[in-house]
């Protein structure tokens, strides 16, 4: 489908949402936040357009921290919990902190969706890296503080290289979904690091800016194709505007 502009604004006091969108979305039954499928239609269509018009796009994933763990207690603690009841519950908490946090957030375009069982998703526009990386560390502190369970993220910072040299183009989707593939990816290390060195902290990993090339509605997209080679910084990246005892462990990953 290609479209000249956006078509929908939704109230940002009733959806969790900020901007215009290029098409109708549908919110999860459970979290109350957009579903995935709907979101990940409507990112796709929207992504490239957001680097052409605000220069980068911000994408976090996050992730329940030992959710399995969590819901198996709940049932042996409740012989009258089944299923994914105690999940679901938690899930819908998850929500409402969300939503809440959500409210608050000063920014042009944004979103927040769910992303699987126990993930969710937050992209954002309009801001600096700094800024959003700095919302994303806030958003783990609230919903680890409203849940029983921590919240770990991942982050990534998608810049517009209209300018930049040895690009190749693909396809919108594609493009939208290697920034999705490379987030869950950090997220799934972060966590699997942290689980090995016995962190019981939430984990916030920020990947290196990675540059893309932005369009106008109904163009071509093109990537800087890189290999994600990863290193860890073990020291803590500074993230200003949070307090010092903020709980949460930042990792600072180079891209190769």
Excluded at 99 to 113: A, D, H, I, M
Aim: proline share 6%.
């Amino acid at each position: 489908m290609s479209m000249q502009r956006p078509a929908f604004d939704y109230d940002e006091e009733q959806w969790p949402v900020k901007g215009a969108w290029p098409g109708s979305l549908v919110r999860d039954p459970i979290t109350n936040l957009i579903a995935f499928p709907s979101f990940h239609e409507n990112f796709r269509e929207v992504f490239c357009h957001l680097l052409h018009q605000y220069g980068a796009v911000g994408v976090a994933i996050g992730d329940v921290d030992n959710m399995k763990t969590y819901v198996e207690q709940r049932k042996q603690d409740d012989p009258m919990l089944f299923g994914h009841l105690a999940g679901n519950a938690l899930m819908s908490n998850l929500g409402v902190a969300a939503l809440g946090w959500f409210g608050e957030w000063k920014t042009p375009w944004g979103c927040v969706s769910t992303f699987g069982g126990d993930e969710i998703i937050l992209v954002g526009a309009g801001t600096s890296r700094a800024n959003f990386a700095q919302h994303v560390q806030s958003l783990s502190v609230r919903l680890s503080g409203a849940l029983p369970c921590n919240v770990s993220f991942a982050s990534g910072w998608f810049m517009d290289g209209q300018n930049s040299a040895g690009v190749d183009q693909i396809a919108s989707s594609d493009q939208c979904s290697m920034a999705l593939v490379l987030v869950d990816r950090a997220l799934f290390d972060v966590k699997r690091r942290a689980k090995r060195l016995g962190s019981s902290s939430p984990q916030l990993r920020l990947l290196e800016p990675r540059y893309m090339r932005g369009s106008s509605w109904g163009t071509q997209p093109a990537v800087r194709r890189r290999a994600p080679a990863w290193k860890e910084q073990v020291e803590p990246v500074e993230v200003h505007g949070l307090p010092p005892a903020c709980p949460v462990a930042v990792l600072d990953v180079q891209g190769g």
